[in-house]
C-alpha cells in the first residue's frame, strides 16, 4: 500500500531457557542444539514494527506509547522468568527462540489497535536476530506467515589490495586509490548471513545453527582471517577483493553447503562507515 509509514519500538526482557526436546536424551539433544541445550539466559530485545497511512487528525500511524504499552502487556509474561517452567506457552514443547518469536508476534498482533503489526524482530544477542512478518507486508520475502528471517554475525580480520589485472598502474591508482596500496592495507570485517525458513515442528527451529555456523566458520572466517585475501584465497586469484565482490563469492561458497534454511542475504561490512549487501 502506498503511503504506509513504518513505525517501530523497542523493548528489552531478561529471560532463561534451555532448548532440549523431552523425548531426546542428552546426546541427541546435544547434537541439535548444541550449547542452547544447557540452561542458559539472554536480555532479549523486542522491536515491534507497525504500519499504516497517517492519520490526517494526530500526524501520527499509531500513538506509540499504545505499542510501548502493549510490548510491556506482552513481554511482562516474559521479563525474569524462565521459559521452560514459568510460561505455559512452552509447556511441553522446546522454547527456541523461533517459538518465543512466533508467540510474541501473535500476542502483540492482538494488542495493536491501529497500524498493522508488519514486523518483529528478536535479537537473542548482538549477533544473532530472529525477524517474522504479517504475510501482507512489504517487509516480508515470502508473504508466508510461517517464514522466519534469521541472522547470524561474524567477524574476521584480513589484509587485500585492490588491484584489477585489467586496468593499467595509472588507472588502478585512479580507481582504487589508497586502497592500491602495493602493500596492501586491512579491516576487521562484519560479517552478517541471513537465512529463511519455516519453524519445523519437532525442533522448533526454522534452521539448523550448528550447520549454519559451522558452513561459515569452516568455509569463511577460519579460511579468510588473518589472511592476505589476494595472495592466500583462491578464489579471489581472478577477482579484485572488493567488497562487492567478496559478498558474491561467499554467497556462491555458502549456498552449496548449506543444507536447511534457504540464503536470503549476505551483508558485509568493512569499516564502520559501510557495508554492503547481496540477496543471490
Known sequence: MRDRIYVTKR?????????????????????????????????????????GPVDPRTGMVTNIKDVKAALRKVLGDYDHRDLNHDHPA??????????VLEKVFAALAGEIGHGRLDRVRLFESEDACYEAHHPDSPLSPSRRKDTMLITRRYTFSAAHRLHSPHLSEAENREAFRECNNPNGHGHNYTLEVTVQGEVDPATGLAANHLHLDGAVR??????????????????FADA?????????????????????????????????????????
Not at 526436546?21 to 536480555?43: I, K, S
Open 218 to 235: 569452516s568455509e569463511v572466517v577460519d579460511r579468510y582471517h588473518y589472511r592476505h585475501l589476494n595472495d592466500d584465497l583462491p578464489e
Open 90 to 99: 512452552f509447556a511441553g514443547t522446546v522454547p527456541t527462540t523461533e517459538r
Open 11 to 51: 523493548a528489552e526482557v531478561a529471560t532463561s531457557h534451555r532448548c532440549a526436546h523431552p523425548d531426546w536424551d542428552d546426546a541427541q539433544n546435544g547434537a541439535v542444539y548444541g550449547l542452547e541445550a544447557r540452561p542458559h539466559g539472554h536480555n532479549y530485545l523486542v522491536e515491534a514494527t507497525v504500519s
Open 240 to 280: 579484485v577483493t572488493t567488497s562487492e565482490n567478496i559478498v558474491r563469492i561467499i554467497w556462491n561458497i555458502l549456498e552449496k553447503r548449506l543444507g536447511e534454511g534457504v540464503l536470503y542475504r549476505i551483508r558485509l561490512a568493512e569499516t564502520r562507515d559501510n557495508y554492503f549487501e547481496y540477496y543471490g
